[in-house]
């Protein structure tokens, strides 16, 4: 009897934690309400960086929950969507569950681009997806809403593609009403961009998700009441100004606002532009993440793993816990403003404190935001030389125009303090180079145990519909957890697939790498059975495009069922610009067949 009973009370605890959530937005006198199972739901939330990384979420959870987050956005689903779900409800923590809507052309996000107004294979192909991701997961009680596209107004061309975009927009949001009644669907969109296209043809969105940084935030209910559009809205990104807004410029380089000023704009911001707004239900501070790229000093909770005043920002403006460290403060960062000549080493004017006097570590780093995505995205280690007492000294890098400089002031706490400023430099080379890409480091890796890839397998050839790529096969491995597996299911035909930079593009992008100095490139293959032919390299777009790959090496050959290790030799190659970093091409001659790839690298 007494088994009987605790299987019955673990059972209601099964219930209890997995219960579906009865999610309603709901309107009193002017003020709109975001209700979870009936009670007032205030959404001070987080976008989230982290989804590859489920082997850390509880560490996650556990640290959003004391910054005062009740909910994340993301902006996809993924193969770790369901843990996320989980971990969340874990910590009573919700998510705005995004489904992602392809962009009309290169934006700020990515460099891919889609056609709404010819490609009607592609829309079934997404909303199959929306459709088949709200069954999936509309069960689960961690969901709060779902969240349809991200800026494709704004990376649109022209108001036929649009009408285009918003029609197919309310075709999947009517038909996730007709499934899903538990959870209302939102659709964000930058600033205001997609008010009167919502409006006029998007009548099944319940909650309009505008992105907005800096003091704009201010003015967004004010918007839609002169538009008079009577739903709630959510603030879907905030944070301090960003790049795309600022006009003062030294050198040439756009003035990032400072550490002080990021803090502030979040706290106040939080208060005096969002909290106190009738129509508005809360807001997702941009961006609860750790990256080491040109973002995340600007914008992100970490950067190179250590906290950023975006981190104690949130803490603050949701819970009214200061900080526990303070971040290191960066007085005076001046440099020259003459024209700088490459190589050359010039003095630092720096002045730095902290509030705990902790030891500080100071380093220098540097940024141009010109070419390739990922080129402007870089941020580069910069020689230098001194120190605090002393003085500082940086050498001015191989760099033509205008080049942003960055010092970090790292604390014992694991706080980083960041200012920047821009330099104008000078050199023939690089005033000459014809594709401005991103350098790689050696050993640059293609391939390794599937994390990380700086090459996306987006180019299908032949009969690809026969083929399948997985990118962390676990059957047959050399090295490490995961290796490549290029399966083929017909028993005739050529088929082919290539790992490119930027993802979906042939040539039509600038993209790619610069892997100077490399003298080979290798990598391990085999198949499923002996015989297998098949053409193995790198290199696959012509000089007929715009943005070519600069070199086009490959060797036929004949694998076994065994791991082989394969070498080409580089000598001569021009490898200034390689944006198809693995390329194979094989034929199936009366059996179907697997290849296998791992540990594919320049070296």
Request: with cysteine; hydrophobic share 35%.
């Amino acid at each position: 009897m007494k088994t009987t009973n605790y299987s019955i009370f673990k059972l209601f605890l099964f219930c209890c934690f997995f219960a579906n959530a009865q999610v309603t937005i709901q309107k009193t006198n002017s003020t709109w309400n975001l209700l979870v199972n009936e009670k007032p739901f205030e959404v001070k939330g987080a976008t989230f960086g982290h989804e590859d990384d489920a082997a850390n979420y509880d560490m996650y959870f556990k640290d959003l929950q004391s910054l005062g987050v009740n909910t994340i956005r993301t902006w996809a689903t993924g193969k770790n969507t369901k843990k996320l779900l989980d971990a969340a409800q874990k910590y009573d923590i919700k998510i705005m569950v995004g489904i992602w809507m392809r962009h009309g052309r290169p934006g700020m996000e990515d460099d891919d681009s889609f056609n709404y107004l010819k490609d009607t294979e592609g829309m079934e192909v997404m909303y199959k997806n929306a459709i088949n991701v709200v069954k999936m997961y509309k069960e689960h009680p961690a969901v709060l809403t779902w969240g349809i596209g991200n800026e494709v107004y704004l990376n649109m061309e022209t108001d036929a593609e649009k009408e285009a975009y918003s029609k197919f927009l309310e075709r999947v949001c009517s038909r996730i009403k007709k499934i899903d009644q538990n959870h209302p669907i939102s659709s964000t969109e930058a600033w205001t961009f997609g008010l009167d296209w919502w409006g006029k043809h998007v009548p099944s969105i319940d909650i309009y998700g505008l992105n907005s940084y800096g003091a704009g935030a201010n003015f967004l209910s004010e918007e839609l009441t002169k538009r008079n559009i009577d739903k709630p809205y959510i603030i879907t990104e905030f944070n301090v100004t960003g790049e795309w807004d600022i006009e003062q410029k030294i050198n040439g380089v756009k003035v990032e606002p400072s550490d002080e000023e990021k803090y502030t704009t979040i706290v106040n911001g939080y208060h005096n532009w969002i909290k106190n707004k009738s129509n508005c239900l809360g807001v997702y501070m941009f961006h609860y993440s750790n990256g080491n790229n040109f973002m995340s000093p600007w914008l992100f909770t970490h950067h190179k793993g250590f906290y950023r005043p975006t981190y104690w920002g949130i803490r603050k403006a949701y819970t009214g816990k200061e900080p526990t460290n303070a971040i290191p403060k960066i007085n005076t960062f001046q440099l020259p403003k003459t024209t700088l000549q490459s190589n050359t080493w010039i003095p630092v004017t720096l002045a730095v404190s902290d509030a705990e006097n902790e030891a500080l570590n100071i380093s220098f780093y540097y940024n141009q935001r010109t070419g390739s995505r990922k080129r402007r995205d870089q941020i580069n280690k910069l020689n230098y030389r001194g120190s605090l007492t002393d003085g500082f000294e940086i050498q001015i890098p191989k760099a033509h125009g205008a080049v942003k400089i960055y010092v970090n002031v790292q604390d014992t706490f694991n706080n980083v303090g960041i200012a920047s400023t821009g330099i104008t430099a000078t050199d023939e080379d690089a005033k000459n180079k014809k594709y401005l890409v991103p350098k790689a480091t050696l050993p640059f890796y293609v391939y390794k145990d599937g994390n990380d890839l700086p090459y996306i397998p987006t180019a299908y050839m032949g009969n690809y519909q026969a083929m399948s790529v997985d990118t962390q096969n676990t059957e047959e491995v050399h090295s490490g957890k995961y290796a490549l597996k290029i399966d083929y299911k017909e028993r005739s035909g050529w088929y082919g697939i290539a790992f490119v930079d930027p993802k979906n593009d042939w040539g039509d992008i600038l993209g790619g790498y610069e892997i100077e100095n490399a003298k080979k490139f290798t990598f391990w293959a085999k198949a499923s059975r002996d015989g297998v032919t098949a053409t193995i390299g790198f290199g696959l777009i012509d000089k007929d495009k715009p943005f070519p790959d600069t070199a086009k090496k490959s060797k036929k050959l004949e694998l076994t069922s065994e791991w082989k290790k394969y070498t080409i030799k580089l000598k001569r190659s021009d490898l200034s610009c390689i944006r198809s970093g693995l390329v194979l091409f094989s034929n199936s001659f009366g059996f179907p067949q697997s290849i296998y790839i791992d540990e594919v690298v320049f070296e």
